[in-house]
Every structure is written in C-alpha cells, then in structure tokens.
C-alpha cells in the first residue's frame, strides 16, 4: 500500500515535469486562438476538402494526405494551430498544388470528399489591379498567371492581353500566385487565392 | 542472466511446451516488424513515390485494404455527426480483430509496447532482474472512464482530441514529420512522457490511460482467444502475477477479463504449464 502510493506521488511528479514542458512549447500558441480557423488568403485546405465548420471534427489527422504529396504541398499544421492542430494545409506562396488528387483518394474520412479536378474549390483568385504589373500598365506585359493555369481559358483568360479570371471555374489551386512576380510588402501577391468556400456553411445531406 | 539461464533447461527437461519459440520472443519480432514497417512506410512513399503501403496506425493502406483505428474514426463519427462509409469499411478489421483476440494491438503491434519492451529487455540486461512487477498503483476501473472522458471531451471540443494523446499515431505522425519536413512535432512530448510513466510503473498509460486500449478491451471483452488457467497443474509459485505486464493475477481467472491484452507473457513465465492460450469455440 505504502510502495503503491509512492509510485503515484512519483508518477504525479512525472506527468507535472511533462506538462510543464509541454507548456514551455505551448506558450506562444496561448496568445492565438485556439479555436479560430488557420485558413486564411493564401493558406488553403487541400483539394475537396469539407467547410471549416466540420473540417477538424472529420479529420483524424493521420497524415496521409500529407505523406502521398509528391510535391508536399500539404503539411500538418503544429500543436500551435489550436483544435485545429495536425490538419492539412497548404500554403499555395511556397508550394502550390498541382491537383494530383492522390490526397484526395488516400482520405480514409471523407475530410478530402472525392471530386473531379474541375470541380475542387480551394478558393477563388482574384486579382489586385492596383498590384498587377499589367494592369498598371507599366508597359509591361505579364500573363504569368494565364500561362500557369491548368485551366487556361476556362478559368483565367485574357482581356486585352490583361488576365481576368473567371470565378465560377478557379479551382483555387494557387499556381497563379505562386508564379506571380510581383510580391507586396504584406507577404501577398498581386493575384490572391481567398477562401471563400472553406466557410460555407454545412449541407446535412 | 543467470538465473534466466538455468530455469531455460529447467522447462525443456520437463517437457511441458512442446514449442521452440517463447510467446515473448515472438511477441518482439512482430513489434519490431510492424515498426519497421511504419518506419520504411514514410521513406518509401515520399522518396521513392513507392504508394503500396501507407501511412501508419491512425490509418493504414496495404494495396487497397484500409484500415482506421476504431478510436479515431469513432471520434471522427461522433464529432461531425456523420458517417462516411469507406471510414466504417476501415474500421471494420481491427474490430473484428479485437472481437475475436482481443486487445492484441497492444501487445503485439503497437509502437508503444514496442518501445516499452525495448526499454524492459535493456534494463533486464542492466540490472540483472527477471521480473519487475508491475503493481496496481490505481484502480483499474479507470481505465474505463479514460475512455468515456476523452469520449466526451472530443465531443464538447468538436475535434478527435485522441489524436494528440494517442501515442501510437503519434510515433508515425513523428517518423513522417522527420522523414518528409525534417522537423518533430511538439505532441511528441507525449511519447516521451507515456515511456517515463512506463519506467515508474510498469505500462502506466496503457493500463489506465489509453483510451484505444479500452475501446479494444471493451470490444474483446467476449473474444475467442483467451489464457486459460488449469488449476490441476499450478502449484501457485505465483510467478506468473509478477511476469504479467499488467499486473493481473491469471491465477484468479484475471486472463478472461477484458484488461487482458493476450501478450503470452504469463504462459512463458510458466514452469508448470498450467496456462495456455485456449480458442472459444462459437457455440461454447
């Protein structure tokens, strides 16, 4: 009796050591929200990925998704990121994707829902004509972003030799951003992939 | 070591267990294959774009069979409210499984028990000792709320919580996270933390924390496979009580209760051959 109790003074002693290291790591992410949604402008979810609002209940965070990247696009997000830690991200100004869909097809939860390329909605870009070289007229003729785009004139096509996009077709994918030249002092590119499906509400169906 | 060495002639004199191979031995070659495997899984897939094997025990794919841990894919159910039907297909075999043997993931493949063993066989080196006797420090109905408590909390947060407590996910989410990125993730601490508890009290966390532990246990409670005890043969040395990893007593029939992870380590430790692993027939 005597023995067992020492043992759990010690192992409580233990768990405290270790929750105080923890601790140490976790500092910084205590400042953030734990509960608010890492997806932002240019920080997207893979590839038919669920709404925000169900997308860290439905994952279970195996990495999948991550390991069959053949560009690792896709990286787990750290302990930082809240309830939304060890979730799939995509930051399209490092890597962008390339809409392999392998992701998609690993996802053992239905998190990645099963759709065509065409029909992904990372997000929709849009361009900032105060930013775009071409659109300032600088005399400078990029099409950048048109030539990038796996879904050239269906998407992305060209008025005047400017690039416009067309929203209902963007799948989102961030080539366009990744291969823009033009960086602004907030990080962001002079075309942006906002997500703007990743906080639709739920269809219960 | 010496001791080990001269009861080994002992038990072939006697002629009891007509098999070469000790449980515990066997038990160590399939944990170290099925860490191999989950190591060789990540290096294969992101360097050599080999994809036949994937991913690790949160959610494994060996051709086109899936498996998911039952756990997390429950969590994932309960959670988001919905039901996908590849994740229930996935689910499925480790569920038959542990119906019909019982919590052998514990024992025989989890990364953990791996480790856990690594760390017993070296100090049994170290120090010369058989057994180091496990112990109840606590009662063992905890194991139970463990579950219902990570259950619920996931619920009341909306996330599969178990992912970040889950030790066994956890070692491959790491072995990925260093082979792909070359960084650790920081809930890898727990790994750490699961093993110190392990050298306090022999499998601490499997025996009152794990909430995959008791969710198999829960669903074996009624396996086929179990170590029956005969109490014509025992001459109750109670050797068996100390070689049990999770200190329970196979001597009062402990082995059919739902905490026993049919490890074998109680059948090896026996000299008289009074237990051994017994199949259920259906009927019985």
């Known amino acids: ?205 | 070591m010496k001791s080990s060495r001269q009861n080994q002639p002992d038990r072939k004199k006697e002629g009891v267990k007509g098999r070469g191979m000790r449980y515990g031995t066997i038990r160590f070659l399939t944990l170290l294959s099925a860490f191999c495997l989950i190591v060789a899984a990540p290096i294969l897939n992101t360097r050599y774009q080999f994809d036949f094997i994937q991913g690790w025990f949160q959610s494994l794919s060996i051709g086109n069979l899936w498996f998911v841990s039952p756990l997390e894919g429950l969590e994932s159910i309960l959670t988001s409210r919905m039901i996908y039907g590849p994740l229930l297909v996935g689910m499925a075999m480790p569920v038959v499984l542990a119906l019909l043997l019982g919590r052998v993931f514990c024992a025989w493949i989890c990364p953990i028990s791996f480790f856990s063993d690594l760390l017993d066989r070296i100090i049994r080196l170290v120090t010369r000792r058989r057994y180091r006797r496990a112990g109840d420090p606590l009662p063992r109905r905890i194991f139970w709320f463990a579950l219902v408590f990570e259950l619920l909390l996931a619920m009341v947060l909306g996330t599969p919580i178990f992912v970040f407590l889950s030790p066994p996910g956890l070692v491959g989410r790491e072995l990925m996270m260093a082979v792909m990125f070359g960084t650790l993730a920081v809930e890898g601490v727990m790994v750490i933390a699961v093993l110190l508890m392990h050298l306090v009290s022999k499998r601490f966390f499997c025996r009152y924390l794990c909430p995959l532990g008791a969710l198999l246990g829960f669903i074996g409670s009624k396996r086929r496979l179990k170590v029956t005890y005969d109490s014509d043969a025992c001459i109750e040395c109670g050797i068996c009580k100390n070689a049990c990893p999770l200190s329970l007593d196979p001597g009062k029939g402990e082995t059919s209760s739902a905490y026993c992870w049919n490890c074998g380590e109680c059948i090896d430790s026996c000299k008289t051959g009074a237990l051994r692993f017994k199949w259920r027939n259906f009927s019985a």
């Open chain 1, 1 to 205: 009796m005597d023995r067992s109790r020492r043992q759990v003074v010690k192992l409580m002693a233990g768990v405290l050591a270790a929750l105080g290291l923890e601790g140490l790591f976790a500092r910084r992410a205590r400042a953030k929200s734990l509960f608010k949604s890492p997806v932002h402008t240019n920080y997207l979810r893979p590839p038919g990925a669920v709404p925000e609002e169900i997308f860290p209940a439905k994952c279970i965070r195996c990495g999948r998704c991550a390991e069959v990247c053949p560009y690792k696009s896709i990286r787990p997000l750290d302990l930082q990121a809240g309830v939304y830690a060890g979730t799939p991200m995509i930051d399209v100004t490092d890597v962008p994707c390339w809409l392999c869909m392998k992701c998609v097809e690993v996802c053992p939860t239905g998190t990645l829902r099963r759709v065509e390329q065409k029909e992904v909605r990372m997000g929709v870009a849009i361009i900032d004509k105060h930013a775009c070289m071409t659109w300032k007229g600088a005399g400078l003729l990029c099409r950048t972003c048109y030539n990038v785009c796996p879904f050239k004139e269906t998407a992305i096509k060209l008025d005047e030799l400017r690039p416009v996009v067309v929203s209902d077709a963007c799948v989102g994918c961030g080539l366009c951003v990744h291969g823009c030249p033009v960086t602004l002092e907030n990080g962001k590119k002079a075309i942006n992939v906002e997500p703007i499906y990743a906080f639709e509400p739920v269809k219960w169906s």
